[in-house]
T-cell receptor, first 113, second 115 residues
Framework: AQSVTQPDIHITVSEGASLELRCNYS??????LFWYVQSPGQGLQLLLK??????LVQGIKGFEAEFKRSQSSFNLRKPSVHWSDAAEYFC???????????FGKGTRLHILP | GAVVSQHPSRVICKSGTSVKIECRSL??????MFWYRQFPKKSLMLMAT?????????EQGVEKDKFLINHASLTLSTLTVTSAHPEDSSFYIC???????????FGPGTRLTVL
């Protein structure tokens, strides 16, 4: 079955430290890949997306993600986190344009001062 | 660009009443809109997909007579929770997608509390 896995439910990093959030997918082919961020009580904001081409994609708020076909992964990174980055992060995939989006279970990011 | 709004942001109602939630795409035409439900500390659960001018397609286990979805125009979809009960209390989020694209843009969500 098609699935998206975010293995880390919670991650805690110190402000200014680097960050990597993991995402793996299980599909027969390369899907469309997304990262969304959700602040408490808010909707989802698109951070970045990958459809094709350069496997390192840049997003908003200083985030980037790298698609690795061999590992079926699309990990989100940020070189230096800010306290305002504390939120829930969702990895998501769409297999085909008309398919529904499949979300991972999310990773809650905590920032230590 | 690609802004989606929801109204209201919060609603409290009595058990047995109906509640309507609006989802609007403010600066683009959304041929497809989606409605999600999010439980505390959980991921989003897709409830239904609606295409403008067509009947909504509901996910398995979602009662279509309880969660009425209307997508009457390219910028507006509504979700009506009929005869709401406390177990319907949740965070409801809509998203919208432009025709010919693959990206969904999400609204800010509506917190429904049924007393």
């Amino acid at each position: 079955a098609q699935s998206v896995t975010q293995p880390d439910i919670h991650i805690t990093v110190s402000e200014g430290a680097s960050l990597e959030l993991r995402c793996n997918y299980s599909y027969g082919a390369t899907p469309y890949l997304f990262w969304y961020v959700q602040s408490p009580g808010q909707g989802l904001q698109l951070l970045l997306k990958y459809f094709s081409g350069d496997t390192l994609v840049q997003g908003i708020k200083g985030f980037e993600a790298e698609f690795k076909r061999s590992q079926s992964s699309f990990n989100l990174r940020k070189p230096s986190v800010h306290w305002s980055d504390a939120a829930e992060y969702f990895c998501a995939v769409v297999m085909n344009r008309d398919d529904k989006i499949i979300f991972g279970k999310g990773t809650r990011l905590h920032i230590l001062p | 660009g690609a802004v989606v709004s929801q109204h209201p942001s919060r609603v409290i109602c009595k058990s047995g009443t109906s509640v309507k939630i609006e989802c609007r795409s403010l600066d683009f035409q959304a041929t497809t809109m989606f409605w999600y439900r999010q439980f505390p500390k959980k991921s989003l659960m897709l409830m239904a997909t609606s295409n403008e001018g067509s009947k909504a397609t509901y996910e398995q286990g979602v009662e279509k007579d309880k969660f009425l979805i209307n997508h009457a125009s390219l910028t507006l979809s509504t979700l009506t929770v009929t005869s709401a009960h406390p177990e319907d209390s949740s965070f409801y989020i809509c998203s919208a997608r432009m025709g010919g694209t693959d990206t969904q843009y999400f609204g800010p969500g509506t917190r429904l509390t049924v007393l």
